[in-house]
């Protein structure tokens, strides 16, 4: 998904995290930077209360305004425009959605420049025409350590996932090409289609929520949608020929709708960066 225009002006806001702090994340000893006394306590909303798997909208960090989680950009640019707030590398963040509930909570307890940097622009225009912008970033050690807690817990979550359906013997889903029925393991119908129809979207083991997958594959192919090169076409017919002949019984890498349901793209989020 492209990200709003109004990320243009805040990517340049992320180029550099060094800027002015203040408060607490303002000490000069980087010995100290490095150091938080008290366990992060994950995850809670700001009342205290564990927040509920599968909510379906996130908050935004200072005000009541609600995104859903699938419309995590426009919470973003909503956080920048109102609140001046940038959040950099977000695409890295392992699960948003408590990431936020972690930080509305933290911002009632401190100001935000005890955690934020602080980015004047404009600074050579008269006063009344500048503005400050927040970056939280992973320069601040309690952010580091949230995302690094997060990870781990996606990690832990996905892999359970995994290992989970890899067990399973209940699945029971249909061919989206020749309606053939199938029962048991969900590699039956992977390893079917891969053989039968070549189309091929990896390994089994390779691949988590697989239910949620074939799910979101076939609503595209009721509404006509080519799995590739994602053009819509008139009917089913013209649709199925038309993914034979140009060899398109493939997904399209370039979508990043699919990349949740690749384990190796949870492990991705886990390395240390070079």
């Known amino acids: 998904m ?25 000490g000069g000893n980087a010995d ?11 995850p809670e909303s700001p009342g205290g209360t ?31 425009i ?23 909570k933290r911002f009632t307890e401190q100001p935000i420049t005890d955690f934020c940097t602080v980015i004047r622009i404009n600074s050579t225009a008269p006063p009344e025409e500048q503005d400050n912008y927040f970056l939280l970033c992973d320069v601040l050690p309690e ?12 990690l832990k979550e996905i892999l359970e996932q995994q290992q989970q359906e890899r067990s399973d013997t209940s699945f029971h889903g249909s061919c989206m090409f020749c309606s ?14 891969a053989r039968e129809h070549a189309f091929n979207i990896g390994l089994p ?4 929520y697989c ?29 199925k020929d038309h993914m034979r002949k140009k060899q398109h019984r493939r997904i399209n890498p370039k979508n990043k709708e699919y990349d949740r349901f690749y384990v190796i793209n949870y492990l991705a989020l886990t390395e240390s960066p070079v």
Request: glycine share 6%; aromatic share 8%.
């Open 143 to 154: 952010d580091r350590i949230l995302r690094e807690e997060l990870q781990k817990q996606k």
């Open 2 to 26: 492209a990200a709003p225009k109004a990320w243009g002006a805040a990517a340049g806001l992320e180029e550099d995290c060094g800027g002015t702090r203040g408060g607490v994340g303002s």
């Open 50 to 80: 564990t927040i509920l798997k599968g909510s379906p909208s996130v908050p935004c960090i200072f005000c009541e305004e609600h995104f859903p989680v699938a419309e995590q950009d426009k919470l973003l640019k909503h956080m920048i």
């Open 205 to 208: 083991d390779n691949i988590v």
């Open 180 to 193: 053939e029925e199938f029962l048991g393991n969900r590699s039956v119908l992977l390893n079917h289609m």
């Open 211 to 239: 239910s949620e997958f074939l799910c979101t594959l076939q609503r595209k192919l009721d509404n006509l949608q080519c799995l590739y090169c994602e053009k819509t076409f008139r009917d089913k017919n013209t649709l």
């Open 82 to 104: 109102e609140h001046k707030i940038v959040i950099a590398d977000v695409k890295l963040v392992a699960d948003f959605q408590r990431y936020v509930l972690y930080w509305r």
């Open 32 to 42: 100290s930077k490095d150091c938080i006394l008290e366990p992060l306590s994950l």
